[in-house]
C-alpha cells in the first residue's frame, strides 16, 4: 500500500483543513467506543484532539486521548503532524460540545447528541445545517481545496444507525482491537424501535435519520458541504465509515457529488471486520484516497499498535496524510514527525 494514493498531482493554491468536534451519548454507552480510557472520558476526547492538533499537547482535558490497554495515543497526533509539515491553514468547529477546548473554536450552537435509543437523537438538525451552510459559503471564495475531518467517540455506531436507515447494511469500523459488532447492532436495534423506524425507511427523509439516529457531527460536515456547492471547491471526507454515512446522506440529499471524495487511512481499508471498500462502491463515491503512515517501521510501541488494529482512524488523520501528500512530504518525513509528537508527549513507547 502507498504512503498516499491522490488522483491530483499538484499542491493546492489555496488548501484548509476543518475539524468539526461532538460529542453524542452514544458513547456513554459501556465497551461501544475506545476513544478513550473509560466511557466518561470520551466527553473530553475531541476537546483533547483540537488542543493537541493546536499546541502539540492537551491544556485543559484530565488525560491525552488514548486507547486502553496500550496507551495507544490519538490519531489527532497524526492530523497534528501533518498540519505542521504543511503548514495549511485549518479551522475547528464546535458542533455540540460536551467539553470545549481551550484553543480557537467555531461555534454552531449545537447541543451535544443524545444516546440513539432516546427518540430523538439530534436536536435541531436544520439549524445546524443551515448554520455550517452559511459558514461553507463564507469560506469558499478562501480556498480551491477543503479537506474536513471529524473527531466525535461514537461515531461509528451513529454511522450504522443512519446507514440501516437509509436502508444500507454496513459494517462499520472500530477504535477497538475488537469491533463490538454485536453490542453496537443491538443498540441500533433499540434506537430504530425506540424512534419507531424500520431498515430502509427513511432513505428519503435523510434529515430525520440524522435526527433519530444520527449525531451533531453529521449536519455539520453536510452544510459545508452545501456551502461549497455550486464552486470549483474539491472536498474531501476525512475518515473512515462515518464519512461513508455522510456521503450516503449527502446522495440522499441530492447533492451533486463530482468533486466529493473520501480519505482515510489503510488501517479503515483493510478492517475485515467492516466493509468500507463495499460501502464506497455501492454508494459510487468517485475517489477514494488511502494513507499509509508506515507505522510499522517506527520503533514507538504504541504506533505499532495502529498496525494491529487498535485505532485506525479519527481526527481526520487519513485527510491530513492526504493533503501532506499532495505537498511532497514522503511517508519517512511523515512518521518522524509523528515520533516527534510523541516524544514530546511522552506517549507511544
Same mark, same amino acid.
Given at each position: 500500500m502507498a504512503w498516499i494514493e491522490p488522483e491530483v498531482t499538484r499542491k493546492p493554491r489555496r488548501p484548509m483543513f476543518l475539524c468539526v468536534l461532538s460529542n453524542t451519548k452514544t458513547a456513554h454507552i459501556p465497551k461501544l467506543s475506545a476513544a478513550g480510557k473509560t466511557a466518561e472520558l470520551t466527553?473530553?476526547?475531541?476537546?483533547?484532539?483540537?488542543?493537541?492538533?493546536?499546541?502539540?499537547?492537551? !491544556?485543559?482535558?484530565?488525560?491525552?486521548p488514548m486507547t486502553p490497554p496500550y496507551d495507544t495515543p490519538t490519531p489527532a497526533i497524526m492530523t497534528r503532524s501533518a498540519l505542521k509539515l504543511t503548514d495549511a491553514p485549518y479551522h475547528f468547529i464546535n458542533s455540540?460540545?460536551?467539553?470545549?477546548p481551550e484553543v480557537p473554536c467555531i461555534d454552531l450552537k449545537a447541543k451535544p447528541g443524545e444516546d440513539i435509543r432516546e427518540p430523538v437523537a439530534v436536536n435541531d438538525v436544520q439549524g445546524i445545517y443551515e448554520r455550517a451552510k452559511f459558514l461553507g459559503r463564507r469560506l469558499r471564495n478562501?480556498?480551491?481545496?477543503?479537506?474536513?475531518?471529524?473527531?466525535?467517540? #461514537?461515531?461509528?455506531?451513529?454511522?450504522?444507525g443512519v446507514l440501516m436507515a437509509l436502508g444500507y447494511n454496513g459494517n462499520v469500523s472500530s477504535s477497538?482491537?475488537?469491533?463490538?459488532?454485536?453490542? @453496537? %447492532?443491538?443498540?441500533?436495534?433499540?434506537?430504530?424501535?425506540?424512534?419507531?423506524?424500520?431498515?430502509?425507511?427513511? @432513505?428519503?427523509?435523510?434529515? @430525520?435519520?440524522?435526527?433519530?439516529?444520527?449525531?451533531?457531527?453529521?449536519?455539520?460536515? !453536510?452544510?459545508?458541504?452545501?456551502?461549497?456547492?455550486?464552486?470549483?471547491v474539491s472536498v474531501v471526507l476525512a475518515g473512515g465509515t462515518q464519512m461513508v454515512a455522510v456521503y450516503a446522506l449527502i446522495k440522499h440529499l441530492g447533492?451533486?457529488?463530482?468533486?466529493?471524495? !473520501?480519505?482515510?487511512?489503510?488501517?479503515?481499508?483493510?478492517? %475485515?471486520?467492516?466493509?468500507?471498500?463495499?460501502?464506497?462502491r455501492i454508494l459510487g463515491v468517485p475517489a477514494v484516497y488511502?494513507?499509509?503512515?508506515?507505522?510499522?517501521?517506527?520503533?514507538?510501541? #504504541?504506533?505499532?499498535?495502529?498496525?494491529? #488494529?487498535?485505532? %485506525?482512524?479519527?481526527?481526520?488523520?487519513?485527510?491530513?496524510m492526504y493533503l501532506a501528500g499532495l505537498y511532497g512530504i514522503s511517508q519517512d518525513e511523515f512518521r518522524s514527525e509523528v515520533e516527534n509528537v510523541c516524544k514530546l508527549l511522552k506517549a507511544g513507547h
Open positions: 466527553d473530553y476526547t475531541p476537546a483533547g484532539d483540537a488542543e493537541l492538533m493546536e499546541t502539540g499537547n492537551i !491544556i485543559s482535558v484530565p488525560v491525552l455540540g460540545l460536551i467539553v470545549t478562501q480556498v480551491d481545496h477543503v479537506v474536513i475531518g471529524e473527531s466525535i467517540p #461514537g461515531g461509528t455506531t451513529t454511522a450504522m477497538a482491537d475488537e469491533n463490538p459488532l454485536d453490542l @453496537k %447492532k443491538q443498540v441500533i436495534e433499540e434506537g430504530l424501535k425506540a424512534s419507531g423506524l424500520t431498515f430502509g425507511c427513511l @432513505k428519503d427523509d435523510p434529515m @430525520k435519520a440524522i435526527s433519530c439516529m444520527g449525531d451533531p457531527m453529521m449536519p455539520a460536515v !453536510i452544510g459545508l458541504v452545501a456551502g461549497f456547492q455550486g464552486t470549483d447533492f451533486n457529488t463530482e468533486k466529493l471524495a !473520501i480519505a482515510t487511512t489503510r488501517y479503515v481499508v483493510e478492517d %475485515k471486520s467492516a466493509n468500507f471498500t463495499e460501502l464506497t488511502v494513507a499509509d503512515p508506515g507505522f510499522g517501521k517506527s520503533e514507538l510501541k #504504541g504506533l505499532h499498535r495502529y498496525e494491529t #488494529g487498535t485505532i %485506525k482512524e479519527g481526527a481526520g488523520a487519513g485527510g491530513a
